[in-house]
């Protein structure tokens, strides 16, 4: 859980915890038009509806307003909105057409795959729809637990001690912040500051070794052993790469 705080600076995106009830009172004052229970306007209507006018388009018949996405795949709009942290995923929609709202909350980190045939599933019952979505999740779960499988054959676990030999006990970068390396009995240990996990050793068919994160939630955050005789470790994304180095060495970051 310590790594989902960093949530927190960014609450006005979301980031709230609740439950199913909480949420479809929420929902309800979306299919009510911005009025209470009672009558009582809550929201102006103009402005709710305001959220969900396209302003992006993220993908074929699915549009992205403000903080809402609109999709149109199957004739009438599903509007919805997700959340995700580790370990926790959700979704919460509606058919404004039609005066039904659904949310589901999961706590199991593969939920994701649940969101998309849970709106399918929706439709289906509404509408006398193709059953399509149970095995649509049939089919993520096979696959997901598939993929896990063939990335855990490439993994030592707990991490080879001969490889672990190989690091420093500090890494610095400039811009992430410190890596302490400790040894807890067989389990090799990156602690991050705010969190940590257990690592795995793997050989990569390029010549270089990772080690990779294997906590609950986070895994497969990779770390690679840099070349040159003073020990790197780099980590990257998408669009960066950042390195740290041993012992307080410069560091570098592009």
Same mark, same amino acid.
Request: aromatic content about 8%.
């Given at each position: ?156 676990? #707990? !991490?080879?001690?001969?490889? /672990? ?5 500090? @890494?610095?970068?400039? *811009?992430? $912040?410190?890596? %302490? ?47 040159? #005789? !003073?020990?790197?470790?780099? /980590? ?5 790469? @950042?390195?740290?180095? *041993?012992? $307080?060495?410069? %560091?570098?970051?592009?």
């Amino acid at each position: 859980m310590d790594i989902n705080y960093a949530v927190i600076p960014v609450r006005p995106a979301g980031g709230a915890w609740s439950s199913v009830r909480d949420m479809l009172k929420y929902v309800q004052v979306r299919l009510d038009g911005g009025t209470l229970p009672d009558g009582t306007r809550y929201i102006p209507k103009d402005t709710l509806l305001a959220r969900r006018t396209p302003q992006v388009s993220i993908g074929q018949d699915v549009t992205y307003g403000m903080g809402l996405m609109a999709d149109t795949k199957y004739g009438t709009p599903l509007v919805h909105h997700g959340g995700d942290l580790i370990g926790y995923h959700s979704d919460m929609m509606w058919l404004p057409e039609h005066n039904v709202g659904a949310v589901i909350l999961t706590n199991v980190d593969p939920g994701w795959s649940l969101r998309g045939p849970f709106g399918r599933k929706l439709l289906e019952v509404l509408f006398d729809g193709r059953p399509e979505a149970e095995a649509d999740v049939a089919a993520q779960a096979k696959s997901y637990l598939e993929q896990l499988a063939a990335e855990r054959k490439l993994m030592t676990v #707990p !991490a080879s001690p001969a490889d /672990v030999e190989k690091l420093a006990s500090l @890494y610095t970068s400039d *811009a992430l $912040g410190d890596i %302490t390396i400790c040894r807890l009995r067989e389990a090799t240990i990156f602690h991050f500051g705010e969190w940590k996990s257990e690592m795995a050793s793997r050989h990569n068919p390029d010549g270089t070794l990772s080690f990779l994160t294997v906590a609950p939630g986070i895994i497969g955050l990779e770390f690679v052993v840099g070349p040159g #005789p !003073a020990p790197t470790l780099i /980590v990257r994304d998408a669009q960066h790469e @950042y390195v740290f180095a *041993a012992d $307080g060495a410069p %560091t570098s970051s592009r």
